[in-house]
């Protein structure tokens, strides 16, 4: 259903071990905010520590849902049971489809130096969630960047002002910006008012429409924030805007599993089971 708020709301991240024992900072699936239609997850990652991200995601199952992963700094790789492997380098990002069913893991390609990155999960209607699935994946190069005399923004999905991302989500129109603002420097772009919004700022601070927002911290963006006004503050600020269509439907989820009713994650376990999960293949296209 949706859940967009009003008045704004102010999400502090919760970490929490997921994976082989990988620390992510959560916000949307916690009990704060268990979704925020079509949003059911989100995760930033960030540790120099190679114990706090080594052990990696081995392999597990996904359906129901696309997951978004952005890599900012590190490498990671990605396999999956069709056969299909990436790397996953700095500024790259990944939408998988997993729709009807994927197996796959997200692996280190580093054992020392820092990592760091968003990763996203879109919910899909009741009537694309046992599609084919898909990949789009580009390398950092294919991202256009948009720059003022007061920010940076990388088009990661969507568009902003005229750049156009390569990925394209024609289901919940998500749109998905890296935003940098330097100190004392303003950002202001307007959101799709029927969209569910939010920013999540990973460097320094800043405040938005008036109001401090602290490092690792959500912002649920009420009706009154659809044009966010957002400065920096004394260090600059660096942070995601991301926004998408609600869909509107029940949402049911156990772990990897994202569907409509109880019947429907049964399927999915037994199918996982049973060794029937994987019906459709899917081939990756490096870009």
């Known amino acids: 259903m949706n859940t967009q708020a009003n008045p704004t709301r102010f999400i502090p991240a919760m970490a929490t071990s997921e994976g082989a024992g990988v620390t992510v900072h959560r916000t949307i699936g916690t009990p704060a905010l268990r979704n925020y239609d079509p949003f059911v997850m989100l995760d930033y990652f960030s540790s120099d520590n190679p114990d706090e991200y080594i052990a990696g995601f081995p392999s597990h199952p996904h359906r129901g849902f696309n997951t978004f992963t952005y890599m900012i700094e590190g490498h990671m790789e990605h396999k999956d049971s069709m056969g299909n492997t990436g790397d996953l380098g700095p500024g790259s990002a990944q939408w998988m489809k997993a729709a009807s069913g994927v197996i796959h893991s997200e692996m280190p390609k580093q054992e020392n130096g820092l990592m760091r990155g ?98 690792n911290t959500m912002v649920v963006l009420g009706t009154e924030d659809q044009t966010p ?38 399927q999915a376990m037994r199918d996982f089971q049973s060794n029937n999960f994987v019906s459709d293949r899917a081939w990756v296209n490096h870009k």
Not at 232 to 261: C, D, H, L, W
Request: glycine fraction near 8%.
């Open 229 to 266: 006004n957002f400065t920096a503050g004394a260090q600059g600020a660096r942070f995601v805007v991301i926004s998408g269509k609600p869909i509107n439907e029940p949402i049911v989820q156990y772990g990897p599993f994202v569907m409509n009713t109880r019947d429907e994650i049964d």
């Open 118 to 215: 968003f990763q996203l999960w879109v919910n899909l209607p009741a009537a694309n969630k046992m599609d084919t699935p898909e990949y789009q994946e580009y390398d950092a190069d294919a991202f256009p960047v948009v720059e003022t005399s007061g920010y940076k923004v990388k088009v990661v999905i969507g568009q902003f002002a005229e750049a156009l991302s390569p990925i394209v989500d024609d289901i919940t129109n998500v749109c998905y910006f890296d935003i940098q603002v330097k100190a004392g420097k303003g950002f202001q772009h307007e959101l799709p008012a029927k969209n569910n919004s939010f920013l999540y700022i990973f460097e320094g601070d800043g405040q938005l429409n008036g109001r401090k927002v602290p490092l």
